[in-house]
């Protein structure tokens, strides 16, 4: 009785063409994973900002914080006042949080060898440009939520009540702005083709609202891990 079977090198082709589409699909998968691990813990850490805003004006009877801005923006002090109160009561919202300050964080960053405040900081400063009203130091923290997303203190900048947000926290990547870093309440730029330090501060309303903010036929998250031919491509095709 003779038996069938294939030969080595019938082998070795099967393996090599088994590798090379492996090759070319493991990535999209992964990268699909990722897109839509980031995309859930983005709406988690969104809602769970959005409450704690909303319950924060619904205690100090304040309907929109550009009003506070608004009526305060003449006289720093009082404007840093009303901040610091919102900041306490917003504080308040949050459960078994891990709080630290500011120079507490540093010291976190250098034991576990990571450069995640710089980011933050290069983002405040941005703000700062515009005209944000940076808290004092001894009132500015960070807080690490139970879902291991960290959030900072807010500040208002243009009117706007700003918080630095990390959905998934500094220890775990990317640390990219518009992936995983956010400007919580930003308006600014948010174009991956732009050639700019302060590029990308502005993605959270896009990220919010599941919009690409290049061309607003595709969504926001399935864009992401893309190459820079695929954004040149969105834009042409406006």
Not at 12 to 40: C, E, H, Q, S, W
Not at 64 to 71: E, I, M
Not at 88 to 104: L, P, R, T
Not at 170 to 185: C, E, S, T, V
Request: proline share 4%; aromatic share 16%.
């Amino acid at each position: 009785m003779k038996f069938k079977a294939f030969t080595l090198a019938e082998v070795l082709i099967t393996l090599g063409i088994i590798g090379i589409v492996a090759a070319l699909i493991i990535p999209n998968v992964i990268n699909d994973f990722r897109r839509k691990l980031l995309k859930i813990q983005f709406k988690k850490t969104d809602s769970v900002i959005e409450q704690a805003l909303q319950n924060t004006k619904t205690e100090l009877g304040i309907e929109d914080f550009t009003d506070v801005y608004n009526s305060n923006k003449n006289d720093q002090n009082n404007l840093v006042k009303e901040l610091i109160e919102i900041n306490d009561v917003f504080e308040k919202q949050f459960k078994y949080v891990k709080k630290m300050s500011q120079s507490q964080y540093n010291n976190f960053e250098y034991k576990n060898g990571i450069n995640h405040y710089t980011f933050f900081a290069q983002d405040w400063q941005y703000c700062q440009h515009f005209g944000a009203l940076t808290l004092p130091a001894d009132n500015f923290y960070f807080y690490f939520l139970p879902s291991g997303a960290l959030i900072s203190s807010a500040d208002f900048s243009r009117g706007w009540l700003i918080i630095s947000v990390d959905i998934n926290g500094p220890q775990k990547g990317p640390n990219k702005r518009g992936y995983d870093i956010f400007l919580y309440g930003s308006y600014w730029a948010c174009d991956p083709l732009m050639q700019a330090s302060d590029n990308l501060v502005g993605c959270w309303p896009w990220a919010h609202k599941n919009i690409n903010p290049i061309n607003k036929k595709y969504t926001y998250w399935d864009s992401l891990y893309k190459p820079k031919s695929y954004w040149e491509k969105l834009r042409n095709e406006q």
